[in-house]
């Protein structure tokens, strides 16, 4: 996705702000994705017997950063607790990424 079109419907400033307070002491970073379909794009460096990781999230809707609508956050924030597998327990998880970046 292009910066132009990022802006339109993401902040990213405060997207990045989230992620450095997100990430603490773990060697990451954030950018914008290159795939048309995705927001941001999050690699994650490899550390001892983890090997590093790349993650893209973030659809192309707009995410509460850029509209502060409370009802749709709170219905994403719902429909995405539902969302099955190991997540929870994964900090570098799409799915708890894009709920603490973007929402």
């Known amino acids: 996705m292009k910066l132009s079109e990022l802006v339109k419907i993401s ?12 990430r603490g002491t773990t060697k990451a970073e954030i950018s914008v994705s290159p795939r048309a379909d995705k927001k941001y794009m999050i690699r994650v460096a490899a550390t001892d017997g983890n090997r590093g990781r790349i993650i893209h999230i973030g659809s192309t809707m707009p995410d509460f950063t850029k509209t502060a ?3 749709k956050r709170k219905s994403y924030l719902a429909r ?3 969302i099955k597998g190991d ?3 994964d900090k570098w998880s799409a799915n708890n ?3 603490a970046l973007m929402w």
Do not use: I, M, N, Q
């Not at 902040?11 to 997100?22: C, G, I, S, T």
């Open 11 to 22: 902040d990213p400033a405060e997207v990045k702000r989230r992620f450095e307070k997100y």
């Open 87 to 89: 997540w929870k327990s």
């Open 80 to 82: 995405s607790a539902g």
């Open 69 to 71: 609508d409370e009802v």
């Open 97 to 99: 990424l894009s709920r």
